[in-house]
T-cell receptor, first 111, second 112 residues
Framework: AQKITQTQPGMFVQEKEAVTLDCTYD???????LFWYKQPSSGEMIFLIY????DQQNATEGRYSLNFQKARKSANLVISASQLGDSAMYFC????????WGAGTKLIIKP | DADVTQTPRNRITKTGKRIMLECSQT?????MYWYRQDPGLGLQLIYY???????NKGEISDGYSVSRQAQAKFSLSLESAIPNQTALYFC???????????FGSGTRLTVV
């Protein structure tokens, strides 16, 4: 079965440090991309970043970047200079008509 | 106004009651989805619709039904609510290619 795996249930990171959140995918389908979403305690789902599999360069959106490594089948989210407001659940998701979701990583930024 | 609007934002209902969650969108997207999120977990697909005449079951459709009243409206019904349907429910939309995913703010449903 094709699936998305997030191996880090929770992470504690010191404020201002960089964070890497892992996401691996298990698919033989080359026509894929990956989404990352942030879900704060208020519950809404906030789109962070997307990269298509054929994109030549890793996507970047402000402090967020996506480290896509096809050989490892991973699409990790990197948050630079973490802030207290980054504390939230983070989900990666794979678009296959509907989205297939990872289980999420709970990120807590320590002051 | 939000691109994808869900109503109500919060709802407490009793076991056995019928309840409807509404979703409307101004994105002009053809595809609409209903997801459920249990505490501490990822999202699970309940139903999805690729256009007004196309409704498909997701991975956890039992106990739910949907209606696509128009391109912009997709409602989710719980015919007879039960406590384990207590969850956060999200409506989402995307274009024909599955791009431009947009989520509503979610509906917190509690069944007592």
């Amino acid at each position: 079965a094709q699936k998305i795996t997030q191996t880090q249930p929770g992470m504690f990171v010191q404020e201002k440090e960089a964070v890497t959140l892992d996401c691996t995918y298990d698919t033989s389908d080359p026509s894929y991309g990956l989404f990352w979403y942030k879900q704060p305690s208020s519950g809404e789902m906030i789109f962070l970043i997307y990269q298509g599999s054929y994109d030549q360069q890793n996507a970047t959106e402000g402090r967020y970047s996506l480290n896509f490594q096809k050989a490892r089948k991973s699409a990790n989210l990197v948050i630079s200079a973490s802030q207290l407001g980054d504390s939230a659940m983070y989900f990666c998701a794979w678009p296959r008509g509907q989205l297939i979701w990872g289980a999420g990583t709970k990120l807590i930024i320590k002051p | 106004d939000a691109d994808v609007t869900q109503t109500p934002r919060n709802r407490i209902t009793k076991t056995g009651k019928r309840i409807m969650l509404e979703c409307s969108q101004t994105k002009g997207h053809d595809r609409m989805y209903w997801y459920r999120q249990d505490p501490g977990l990822g999202l699970q697909l309940i139903y999805y619709s690729f256009d007004v005449k196309d409704i498909n079951k997701g991975e956890i459709s039992d106990g739910y039904s949907v209606s696509r009243q128009a391109q912009a409206k997709f409602s989710l019904s719980l015919e007879s609510a039960i406590p384990n349907q207590t969850a956060l429910y999200f409506c989402a939309t995307s274009d024909l290619n599955g791009n431009g995913y947009t989520f509503g703010s979610g509906t917190r449903l509690t069944v007592v």
